[in-house]
């Protein structure tokens, strides 16, 4: 499974705002300035997001946008269901083979579990060791 722009992107501002949780509206301009990312598209993106209660929208010349609920209740799992639908690697319904739907299944599952195991907070605090092996896969 690869994730497109839009899930990273949203990602980037769900981030965005649960860096600035409890502080007020953040606009997207200043997301795409700080990102270097297309307002334009961001303006896309956030939709969806608000549609589905992750975000709420404050109008006004100090408006913008905030979290709907904490950034510990917000997992990665939801943000990228969002923007890029059900979260499979592949069509695994239509596999014929037992054990490569089987496969298939527990990858998604695997996917699913960190996902939905990681929330916002968890992204925002993150302290990189230094160690680049840690998600490294050697073929």
Known sequence: MKISTKGRYGLTIMMELAHRFGEGPTSLRSIAQRHDL???????????????????????AYGGYVLAKQPDEI???????????????????????????????????????????TSLHDLITYQDDGRTDNYMFYI
């Open 38 to 60: 297309s307002e334009h598209y961001l303006e896309q993106l956030i939709a969806p997001l608000r549609n589905a209660g992750l975000v709420k929208s404050i109008r006004g």
């Open 75 to 117: 997992s990665a799992g939801d943000v990228i269901r969002v923007l890029e639908g059900p979260i499979s690697p592949v069509e695994f319904a239509e596999e014929e083979d037992a054990a490569k739907r089987y496969l298939w299944l527990r990858i998604r599952d695997s996917i699913s579990s960190v996902l939905d195991t």
